[in-house]
């Protein structure tokens, strides 16, 4: 397992747009399927987006689907969210992971998952 380190949060008003990133070792390992969860208060765990090694496969939760954009650079070892059209329904801290389940029937942590600390997104209305 890696350390990973997401970085781009903050505060924005609703309708506005952020880029979270993640970097850390293993993210772009040979294979790995990685991705985004989030977590708002009192929720459970929510599987954001998720995308397979060679990017060409990428798959969203519903409430998401059209606002954000998952990508990865196995070059420069990062991932990236990129978010735009947000509600204050986006509210949450966002978790970049390691080595989950990633398909059209949902986004899921799986066996070796490992996550980053979290990274705190703030939308005001």
């Known amino acids: 397992q890696g350390q990973l380190v997401e970085s781009g949060g903050g505060s924005v008003q609703a309708g506005g747009s952020l880029r979270l990133s993640c970097t850390g070792s293993?993210?772009?390992?040979?294979?790995?399927?990685v991705g985004w969860f989030r977590q708002a208060p009192e929720k459970e765990r929510e599987g954001v987006a998720c995308i397979n090694w060679s990017g060409q496969r990428q798959y969203y939760g519903d409430s998401v689907k059209e606002r954000f954009a998952i990508s990865r650079d196995n070059v420069d070892n990062t991932l990236y969210l990129q978010m735009h059209s947000l509600t204050p329904d986006d509210t949450a801290m966002y978790y970049c992971?390691?080595?989950?389940?990633?398909?059209?029937?949902?986004?899921?942590?799986?066996?070796?998952?490992?996550w980053g600390q979290g990274i705190l997104v703030t939308v005001s209305s």
């Open positions: 992971a390691v080595n989950i389940a990633c398909s059209s029937i949902g986004i899921y942590p799986a066996d070796f998952t490992y």
């Open positions: 293993g993210l772009t390992s040979d294979g790995t399927t």
